[in-house]
């Protein structure tokens, strides 16, 4: 089995591409790749593509890395040589074009390299074990009636399972500014879900946190 289960849920597959390169030059090769496409449809299908995608891993660690995302090459050593079981956010700047990375816009994750809170959790550019997943049940499906947000509800039902949260900006990632480019399918349109991350935060107060999207097999 694969140090490493590099996760590609896309609604844009025109950037799989980039994907793809990025990862070919990776010094570090102990790794695979688990790509999920979900066409923007009538919903958000992002949660259930990670589920998908998750009950395909073989890796102990997974990384996600979004589409439009460029990465150093040492970028996946540099995960494997820190790993410690945490969730883990990294730095990302956004970019117009890939050739224009000194014209980066960085978000706050730059100049942290701290503690976070779950809400915190970027999984843009991001690491987990992927027991993790199986020991909450995975993504919560249910948030595909809505958008975003799945993210941040995952981090609050991991650490009501015992897990620690952090950025590491030991490395980093440029993203093309996709949103600059392509209207984004899911805003103004779908109802935003952070309702329904307010509502699993409750729950995990009192240990309610496991889903079933995910079997144990871990």
Partial sequence: MPRISVITCSIRPEYIAMTA????????????WIVELELPGVDFGLPRAMNRALSRCTGEITVHLQDCINIPDNFLQHVSDTYTGDFVTYPLGKVKHLDGEEDAEWDWRKN????????????????????????????DEAF????????????????AAGYNFRCDNGTY??????????????????????????????????GDYKKQYLPSKI
């Fill in 21 to 32: 390169e990025t990862l070919r030059k990776q010094t570090f090769k102990d790794w695979e």
């Fill in 112 to 139: 942290n390299n701290k503690e976070i809170q779950p809400f915190e959790w970027e999984a843009d550019l991001a690491s987990a074990p992927l027991k993790a997943f199986y020991d909450i049940g995975g993504y």
């Fill in 144 to 159: 595909c009636d809505g958008w975003s947000w799945d993210n941040v509800e995952v981090g609050y039902r991991a650490k």
């Fill in 173 to 206: 990632g440029h993203a093309i500014d996709h949103d600059a480019i392509i209207q984004h399918p899911f805003r103004g349109k779908l109802r935003n879900n952070d309702w329904r991350a307010r509502d699993t935060e409750v729950l995990c107060r009192i």
